[in-house]
């Protein structure tokens, strides 16, 4: 089931014409996106494929692969963006994007400290001159999907 203002439902609806940044991965219950509006490449967002508007309303088939996912993605990401590590967050508070979602961020190594933790969403309202563009994050897609095809959950 789907909403019909929700962002991410709405891109569910489009699913067969989605471009290699809007679904990098999926399965039964999950896709991942890059994220837009981001000056870091390979910002993934991993959300539900129905509307959920609370982690607790995740159903048990859901909720067993979210940590596998999760994971994968982290390790998938030190692997294209040689990240320290990531930050995994979810919040779904902003106007229209209540659905549930988890950022899975790739934090490099010399991330200024003002933007460590909390402060890694600045790079979410950074100029649209510095966004990532959608040909480099379809590549960071295509990329990613090419280390994640060998994973059964992704094909």
């Known amino acids: 089931m789907t909403t019909p203002d ?3 439902c709405g891109k569910e609806a489009e699913f067969d014409d989605l471009p290699p940044r809007e679904c990098v991965a999926h399965d039964e219950y999950w896709r991942v996106a890059h994220a837009f509006n ?3 490449p390979g910002w993934l967002v991993l959300l539900p494929r129905r509307h959920v508007a609370a982690v607790h309303d995740l159903t048990d ?5 979210l940590g596998l ?3 994968e993605l982290s390790r998938a990401l030190r692997d ?4 320290a590590k990531t930050y995994v967050v979810q919040f779904a508070e ?5 659905h549930v979602h988890f950022h899975i961020v790739p934090r490099k190594a010399d991330l200024r400290p003002e933007h ?7 790079l979410l309202r950074r100029p649209a001159a510095e966004h990532v563009t959608s040909d480099r994050a379809d590549e960071i897609a295509r990329s990613l999907r090419a280390r ?3 994973h059964p959950k992704t094909r």
């Open 148 to 150: 994640l095809h060998d």
């Open 61 to 65: 088939a859901e909720a067993s692969t």
């Open 80 to 83: 294209t963006t040689g990240c």
């Open 38 to 40: 981001t000056a870091v």
């Open 6 to 8: 929700c962002f991410a």
């Open 69 to 71: 996912w999760q994971v």
């Open 94 to 98: 902003a106007e229209g994007f209540a």
């Open 116 to 122: 460590r933790g909390p402060g890694v969403f600045e």
